[in-house]
């Protein structure tokens, strides 16, 4: 859990590195990748073009959406968690954010990337557990209630800044997590768009039956 005190071990270089490798890790443009692989496809040309899980669900398949979901989130957790057991003070976050800011901004696609909920779950996990949890509760209530991923997503995003100021009581870490939440919101900003029209496609069962 990290405090509101840097403490720096060897010099601004090395953490320098450390922030670009988790930029680069977090560019790992998952969905897309597998598109290619798997099928030979750009996923950005099918479906909502977005590279996420949701869209390879239903373009590719439940395992293809399953491994992007997956690495996705570990993409998020592996780097925190290691910043988190190696680094004293606020350095842990600023490695996620960097691993988020790199799957939203991927330098291997031009900078357009994912929305990011996965790969910040995995982040937030590996520093704020029991935040992250109860948002995860909240996200899968949403969709259950809603029938909209979307929804769940944005929906949770607005909670957790709101949980993370409950179980941690920190302005500082309540703020940045506010950002990161308003940055996944305003990824969703074409599901927004879809809602208001109508035209936002469902997640229930069946969607992942027939796949």
Known sequence: MPSEKIIYPAGYFYYAIYLLLAYFLGSIPTGYLVGKFSQGIDIRKYGSGNIGATNVLRTLGKKAAIFTLLF????????????????QGLFPFLVGIMVIFGHTWTIFLKFRGGKGVATTAGVFLALFPLPTLSTVVVFTLLVILTGYISVGSMGSA??????????????????????????????HRQNIQRLIQGKEN???LKTIQTR
Not at 75 to 86: H, N, S, W
Not at 174 to 182: D, E, G, K, N, Y
Request: no cysteine; hydrophobic share 55%; proline share 4%.
């Open 72 to 87: 996705d989130f570990a993409k998020g957790y592996i780097p925190t968690l290691l910043a988190e057991q190696k680094f």
């Open 202 to 204: 469902k997640f229930t």
């Open 158 to 187: 607005l909670f957790l800044p709101l949980s993370v100021w409950f179980f941690e009581h920190s302005f500082i870490l309540t703020l940045v997590t506010s950002f990161i939440s308003f940055l996944i919101i305003f990824n």
